[in-house]
């Protein structure tokens, strides 16, 4: 008789009620967005084929590599940090390390606890979220693919990339709010009141409701209301925030948004 691991990981999944796409997004680490996540940090290595290449150099000038590069770059990355162990940096979309363009884009790759990396190859759910969330971070998909669409168990409790500090080095040097392709660079500043998230969360879930004030480049300032639907005690304040489609990482400088402040409204706002 054939048992099939798959088959009985989701029914102890079921049988335990345990959110396989939930537990990944809490323990996933990403890129800043604004440390040009969709570019290869070494555009002439990828991953050799396991069993039908030597790590050599091809006839190409391709450096063939086991994912050592790769897991050099994003914990690179994220290096500000601290130093990540018992960790695995994982691709985001299949067989996608045996292409030199995306073997070691940061925008590709995602580190997870070695417990969880085989997930990411071996669980549709997980694979699917962890996809949407890489367009939604960094509006990047390869090429010769569709753009993801959002799954319906998409988790609301991924962490939020962290950029680098800035060095006191490089002060007098302005940043570039997009590259030359209209991607965003920067982080969207956004401001919560009241400032502390989980204090925020308790008022938005006890209020149901919370005021986005967006503010352009050209002096206009809208208000939104944001409704509080699907938001629970775990969901993440900003990541939720930042997955609206006009706050996406190259959308909001299209838009010309320069700040977002959401806030909790007192009796007597005008927003209703």
């Known amino acids: 008789m054939k048992i099939e691991g798959s088959i009985v990981l989701q029914e102890v999944v079921d ?42 150099v091809t006839s190409e000038a391709i450096r063939l590599d086991d994912n050592t590069f790769a897991n050099k770059v994003l914990k690179n990355k994220v290096s500000h ?20 363009r995306y073997h070691t884009m940061p925008a590709n790759l995602v580190l997870l606890p070695r417990e969880l990396a085989g997930l990411t190859d071996h669980n549709r759910p997980v694979e699917q979220c962890l996809q949407y969330r890489a367009w939604e971070l960094y509006n990047w998909y390869p090429d010769g ?11 609301d409790n991924w962490r939020e990339p ?24 920067d982080v969207l500043p956004i401001a919560l009141v009241p400032s502390d998230p989980d204090e925020f969360r308790h008022a938005f879930i006890a209020k149901g409701r919370a005021i986005m004030s967006i503010y352009f480049q050209d002096g206009r300032v809208k208000d939104d209301v944001w409704l509080c639907q699907r938001f629970g005690m775990s969901s993440n304040v900003i990541g939720n ?10 959308e ?3 838009l010309g948004i320069t ?9 007597g706002d005008g927003a209703k």
Do not use: M
């Not at 693919?145 to 988790?155: G, H």
């Not at 709010?177 to 965003?184: E, H, I, P, Q």
């Not at 925030?241 to 190259?250: C, E, H, L």
């Open 259 to 267: 700040k977002v402040i959401v806030k909790i409204p007192c009796e």
């Open 162 to 185: 962290k950029p680098k500090p800035i060095s006191t080095k490089l002060s007098g040097t302005k940043p570039s709010s997009s590259d030359k392709n209209g991607r965003g660079c």
């Open 252 to 254: 909001w400088q299209r």
């Open 15 to 56: 049988q335990l009620h345990i959110d396989l796409p939930k537990l990944v997004a809490g323990c996933a680490f990403w890129s800043p967005v604004n440390a040009e996540p969709t570019k290869a940090v070494h555009p002439d290595i990828r991953r050799a084929r396991s069993g039908e290449e030597p790590r050599t």
């Open 241 to 250: 925030i930042r997955s609206k489609t006009k706050f996406r990482s190259g």
């Open 81 to 100: 940090l601290g130093k990540f162990e018992g960790f695995a940096v994982c691709h985001i979309w299949p067989k996608t390390c045996y292409d030199e």
């Open 145 to 155: 693919q569709v753009q993801p669409k959002r799954p319906t168990n998409y988790p």
